[in-house]
């Protein structure tokens, strides 16, 4: 499968963005999905999951009621709604597929990835 993620751009403080990643390949909707964030001289870390149908959800403390994950599986494509941003949200965005199901947060436990959308915002 590939991935492919858009949406991101410069955003001032407590703006919004909202990322889009498609997926294109084997079925979609066989995939968890996962959005992780690497900024300047940090690990790749995890932001939020979905699992295959949609209903289970997971995020990292630092954006549980700021960023709202969904996906739609008609359409090939998982969403981060990323609202009330900070300047430390900064970083490069990447989106990611699990073929197992569970909705995990390590890095190694997702097969493909996507090669990110850099997210920025100013203070």
């Known amino acids: 499968v590939q991935l492919q993620a858009s949406g991101g751009g410069l955003v001032q403080a407590g703006g919004s963005l909202r990322l889009a990643c498609v997926a294109s390949g084997r079925l979609f909707s066989g995939y968890v999905m996962g959005w992780f964030r690497q900024a300047p001289g940090k690990e790749r870390a995890f932001v939020a999951g979905?699992?295959?149908?949609?209903?289970?959800?997971s995020y990292t403390d630092a954006v549980k009621g700021r960023f709202t994950i969904s996906r739609d599986n008609a359409k090939n494509t998982v969403y981060l709604q990323m609202d009330s941003l900070k300047p430390e949200d900064t970083a490069l965005y990447h989106c990611?597929?699990?073929?197992?199901?569970?909705?995990?947060?390590?890095?190694?436990?997702?097969?493909?990835w996507g090669p990110g959308t850099q997210v920025t915002v100013s203070s």
């Open positions: 979905i699992n295959m149908n949609g209903k289970t959800t």
């Open positions: 990611a597929a699990r073929l197992r199901n569970g909705v995990l947060h390590q890095t190694y436990e997702y097969d493909y």
